[in-house]
């Protein structure tokens, strides 16, 4: 059974950094991709940055974050990361780790999520 947990949300000023966590397990030797979506309230849930397991080559990042958050992770499979930095109140919403098998569809149809970590930027 696949399990997904994400951590490390929380409060921060304008202009802050916060490192999310994604602990998986039970992903088996396929290929997957794997990153972080973010869903704040009254709007639809968008990919902020993805990557392949089996592909340093490949990575999605969503043009508002650009150049402010990066997603890492030594063994994809088993740990994941979002770094971000110069955080704005733009920023705010649940952030969740997902996972699937690689198709040919990298932003949709995501099978497998944890349960969400709060991002929350304000003065």
């Known amino acids: 059974e696949v399990e997904l947990v994400d951590s490390g949300g929380g409060s921060v000023q304008p202009g802050g950094s916060l490192t999310l966590s994604c602990t998986a397990s039970?992903?088996?030797?396929?290929?997957?991709?794997m990153g972080w979506f973010r869903q704040a309230p009254g709007r639809q849930r968008e990919a902020v940055a993805l990557i392949r397991t089996d592909s340093n080559a490949w990575t999605y990042t969503l043009d508002t974050v650009k150049g402010r958050f990066t997603v890492s992770g030594d063994n994809p499979k088993n740990s994941l990361f979002l770094h971000m930095t110069n955080l704005q109140p733009g920023d705010t919403a649940t952030y969740y780790c997902?996972?699937?098998?690689?198709?040919?569809?990298?932003?949709?149809?995501?099978?497998?999520w944890g349960k969400g970590t709060q991002v929350t930027v304000s003065s």
């Open positions: 997902a996972a699937k098998v690689r198709d040919n569809r990298p932003l949709m149809t995501y099978s497998h």
């Open positions: 039970g992903l088996s030797t396929a290929s997957y991709y």
